[in-house]
């Protein structure tokens, strides 16, 4: 229904209806030329109420007024509305209108092999800086620059030449590396797991789960500890985060709720506000959204499960054809996304649990996020390039080859551009191509069912 009423059929005949409604033709003879009278009483100011001195007259006028209902007022009886202009250029959404034109733009080379750190986690800081955790785990800050122009971040018309510098210090490290503090593999984790990282949106500090059960928070600037707090009974093997919560999932077969800060009061997590039970194996994966209040986990063997966060009451448990490794919540139409790296799918779930849509990526997916409009799903992995797909179908609209290796992270910021980490530790920067003339397409969608 929204895309047939924002559609092109909707938008060429809108002055017509006006005209009907609002305009020219609402009375007079272009009303009666286009059919369109109705009984006298329904227009406006052609009776008076307060003038007709009989009380059962005006009671009857009154109910024949409240029986027939009211025409608008004429807003424009002069002459024809204008049709519509035809939309200006999707200068702020490049994404959903032309994604071909991204390209890269600027990119950091990682380390050798032998040495590479894999990027685990980005985030963007408040005042623009790109942080990134590798594996080891150690944190490093990263300056990143957009291209801007007076329409908007970008424009898809033809340049005269691409501004100075334009690739060049896009993107480069602002700082030396952190090394977070890690207790070190613990049983059954090997030495080369990373541990599971998160950063707390809407904080300045990043949440580390340790082999040792301990939740670790550290700030961003410095690396130093900020909080430690150590409530589950086994090692934490992932956690999520969103506006003002963390949530922990841990081999105990549990799943911990943290509060990091409300209406902009900013603390690290202490103590657990709630235990989140159902799973009856080891917490494989977990996701949070904070505008659904719910709280999306996987436990080995494929069990997925549903709880409130505020109440961490358990919804319910949705079957899963294989056991997920990574988990995603697309809040604005609602929907659950789950991969697996033993059938190499995506599947998309209703919140009522029943399957939307799967797709086999053949690649082992590392990162997903869903765009801030709940149109388009963006992956990285194994594969090496970026995907970008319909939320809906899952189908891919457009990939791109990186030529980078193994891709790791990925963040889409608000400019539309993104980012993306690689397996030797390297960082990629894709904008729209300001030299480039596109014509301007909207994507088709697919209908959720």
């Avoid at 890269?104 to 623009?128: E, I, K, N, Q």
């Avoid at 909080?227 to 963390?246: F, K, N, R």
């Avoid at 899952?394 to 539309?416: N, S, Y």
């Amino acid at each position: 229904m929204r895309e047939a009423l924002e559609g092109p059929h909707a938008s060429a005949s809108m002055h017509q209806w006006i005209d009907l409604v609002f305009g020219c033709k609402q009375r007079g003879p272009a009303a009666v030329a286009a059919d369109n009278t109705f009984y006298y009483l329904t227009y406006e100011d052609m009776v008076d109420l307060d003038r007709i001195a009989d009380p059962v007259q005006r009671a009857a006028v009154a109910a024949q007024i409240r029986h027939f209902g009211q025409t608008p007022s004429q807003l424009f009886p002069r002459r024809p509305h204008p049709p519509r202009r035809p939309p200006p250029a999707p200068s702020r959404w490049p994404l959903l209108h032309a994604p071909e034109c991204l390209r890269v733009v600027a990119a950091l080379p990682g380390a050798r092999p032998s040495t590479a750190a894999p990027v685990t986690a980005l985030a963007l800081g408040p005042d623009g800086t790109l942080h990134a955790v590798h594996a080891a785990p150690r944190l490093a800050a990263y300056r990143w620059l957009a291209h801007r122009t007076e329409a908007g971040p970008f424009t898809f018309g033809q340049t005269a030449a691409e501004p100075a510098g334009a690739g060049q210090g896009l993107l480069e490290p602002c700082g030396a590396g952190l090394t977070l503090l890690d207790p070190g593999p613990g049983p059954g984790v090997t030495p080369t797991q990373a541990p599971p990282v998160a950063f707390l949106p809407g904080t300045r500090h990043v949440a580390l789960g340790g082999a040792d059960a301990t939740l670790r928070c550290a700030w961003v600037e410095s690396g130093a500890p900020s909080a430690a707090a150590s409530y589950h009974q086994d090692a934490i093997t992932c956690l999520a985060a969103d506006e003002g919560v963390v949530v922990t999932g841990s081999r105990d077969a549990t799943l911990l709720v943290w509060e990091t800060g409300a209406r902009g009061v900013e603390r690290a997590p202490r103590r657990p506000r709630a235990t989140l039970h159902g799973h009856p194996s080891p917490v494989v994966a977990v996701a949070v959204s904070s505008p659904l209040d719910l709280v999306l986990s996987a436990s080995a063997g494929g069990t997925l499960l549903l709880h409130g966060l505020r109440d961490a009451r358990l919804l319910r448990s949705i079957p899963c054809p294989a056991t997920p490794a990574l988990l995603a919540v697309a809040p604005g139409p609602g929907v659950l996304l789950t991969h697996s790296h033993a059938d190499l799918a995506i599947h998309g779930y209703g919140l009522s649990g029943q399957r939307l849509a799967s797709v086999e990526v053949y690649e082992r997916l590392a990162d997903m996020q869903a765009s801030p409009d709940g149109r388009l799903l963006l992956t990285v992995g194994s594969g090496g390039g970026l995907a970008i797909r319909d939320l809906a179908t899952l189908r891919v609209h457009l990939k791109i080859a990186l030529h980078a290796g193994p891709l790791t992270a990925l963040v889409l910021t608000p400019e539309q551009c993104v980012l993306v980490g690689t397996r030797s530790g390297g960082l990629i920067l894709l904008a729209p191509d300001l030299r480039r003339t596109v014509s301007p397409r909207p994507l088709r969608f697919g209908d959720w069912p």
